[in-house]
């Protein structure tokens, strides 16, 4: 179901800064703006970057995304516990007139 | 401030009916178009359907086999989701998303809360 594929996990220490990576094809990733969203433990997805690399209000700087071809990354400087949470990218893709999202990476602070 | 807020899932037995509601509020809900996702449980996001404003285009999911049908009613500020012949592979919680159209993308900038379908005999 998944079209966008991601890390499964990835983890850091207090203060570190972690990668995802989202990898997708010419008619997603490659033709359309990803976004992301953060899924902390038990509650619903909430907008983290959008078109690329703008953050909705109140989401910190610390947060960034870039997008190289058909791959986007999220970055996450200065990591804290809060930050502990499942990261999805998503994109519309023009083949499937539809919105995919990434199969999701869950971020653990150690 | 906006607000989604869904409602309707429930127990429902392999092959039955059911209908899901989104109640939309803080904003003008019949300026802008609608999804659904779902999540089943321990899994990722599957974007499901998309309605326009005025509720003449619709997307969905392949995956879906033409078995849900979303709807709205812009004068009560409701999205629909009625979901047919469902199958344990239903069982998800299924979250209404706000659709945000803008000159360099599309994207999902407020979701609601989610509701629990469970597909059980």
């Known amino acids: 179901q998944s079209v966008l594929t991601q890390p499964p996990s990835a983890s850091g220490t207090p203060g570190q800064r972690v990668t995802i990576s989202c990898s997708g094809t010419s008619s997603n990733v490659g033709s359309n703006p990803v976004n992301w969203y953060q899924q902390l433990p038990g509650a619903a997805p909430k907008l983290l970057i959008y078109i690329y690399n703008q953050r909705p209000s109140g989401v910190p700087d610390r947060f960034s995304g870039s997008k190289s071809d058909t791959s986007a990354s999220l970055a996450i400087s200065g990591l804290q516990s809060d930050d502990e949470a499942d990261y999805f990218c998503?994109?519309?893709?023009?083949?499937?007139?539809?919105?995919?999202f990434g199969t999701g990476t869950k971020v653990t602070v150690l | 401030e906006v607000h989604l807020l869904e409602s309707g899932g429930g127990l429902e037995q392999p092959g039955g009916s059911l209908r899901l509601s989104c109640a939309a509020s803080g904003f003008t809900f019949s300026s802008y178009s609608m999804n659904w996702v779902r999540q089943a449980p321990g899994r990722g996001l599957q974007w499901i359907s998309y309605i326009s404003k005025s509720g003449d285009t619709t997307y969905y999911a392949d995956s879906l086999q033409g078995r849900f049908i979303v709807s709205r009613d812009n004068a009560k500020n409701s999205l629909f989701l009625q979901m047919n012949r469902l199958s344990d592979e239903d069982t998800a919680v299924y979250y209404c998303?706000?659709?945000?159209?803008?000159?360099?993308?599309?994207?999902?900038?407020?979701w609601g809360q989610g509701t629990l379908v469970t597909v059980s005999s």
């Open positions: 998303a706000r659709d945000l159209l803008l000159p360099t993308g599309r994207l999902f900038d407020y």
């Open positions: 998503a994109a519309w893709d023009d083949s499937l007139n539809g919105y995919v």
